[in-house]
């Protein structure tokens, strides 16, 4: 063990290193491999205004997990970046295990797919959520390793009962953070245009959705969150393929 590094048993099968300083990358590797000779997992904890020291575990070799929130640290309630390497864990100078490493601490953001629907008038379909007072387009988030595409109709379904393939994507919106979310990108698919009969054959899913109907541009204005009607209004047009929280 070097003098800046240490390396303590923290459960059965977990060590957990630390160190002082800026030792090297070498030293930290040398260090977590002999840790997972004798452990199935090696972390460390770090904190989360130290790049020096994330940056020296992601090279290292440690996988970043999260962040482990309200930690007793020193005696004093903290939060830290959660990294860590398992014994199974691919060699890092292989490609599938670097890929890994670097898939674990590149940015991610959020995808939601919605669905413009029509009806003969121009009307747009909209849903009454649940879960927050405004109305939407139908759709949702993606799911990790989902189409978009596919996200859109199987949320349409879930949520409304309607089988309607998408068409093409009408509008990527760009979503900034907002009321306790991260930021997001949305991407809207053309839903076609169906007579105003079809609502007769939605099934709501009642956990999520309150009403659904088709509504005027005007309407969309009146219900839903300014942002929403603002990508509606820019997806209906088609005038540009790309906008930001509808501008």
Not at 138 to 149: A, H, L, Q, T, Y
Request: a negative charge; charged letters at 30%; aromatic letters at 6%.
């Amino acid at each position: 063990m070097g003098d800046l590094i240490d390396v303590t048993t923290v459960a059965e099968g977990v060590a957990r290193i630390q160190w002082q300083g800026e030792p090297t990358v070498d030293a930290l590797r040398r260090e977590v491999a002999t840790a997972l000779v004798e452990h199935s997992r090696v972390e460390a904890l770090v904190p989360l205004d130290d790049r020096g020291a994330q940056r020296a575990a992601t090279w290292a070799g440690l996988l970043k997990e999260g962040v482990s929130r309200g930690l007793t640290v020193d005696g004093e309630v903290a939060d830290r970046v959660v990294y860590a390497r398992v014994r199974d864990d691919q060699p890092v100078d292989q490609p599938e295990g670097f890929r890994s490493l670097l898939n674990s601490f590149l940015p991610r953001k959020r995808a939601i797919s919605q669905m413009l629907a029509r009806d003969p008038e121009g009307r747009v379909l909209l849903c009454q959520l649940t879960y927050k007072r405004d109305w939407d387009l139908p759709g949702g988030v993606v799911e990790v390793g989902e189409s978009p595409r596919l996200a859109v109709q199987r949320e349409v379904e879930e949520e409304l009962g309607l089988v309607i393939e998408p068409g093409d994507l009408v509008l990527t919106d760009w979503l900034p953070p907002w009321g306790g979310w991260d930021d997001a990108v949305c991407l809207v698919f053309d839903g076609g245009t169906h007579e105003p009969t079809v609502l007769a054959d939605v099934v709501m899913q009642e956990r999520e959705i309150r009403d659904v109907r088709f509504c005027t541009l005007d309407e969309v204005d009146e219900l839903a969150a300014d942002f929403t009607a603002r990508r509606v209004r820019a997806a209906v047009s088609g005038a540009q393929p790309y906008t930001e929280s509808g501008r």
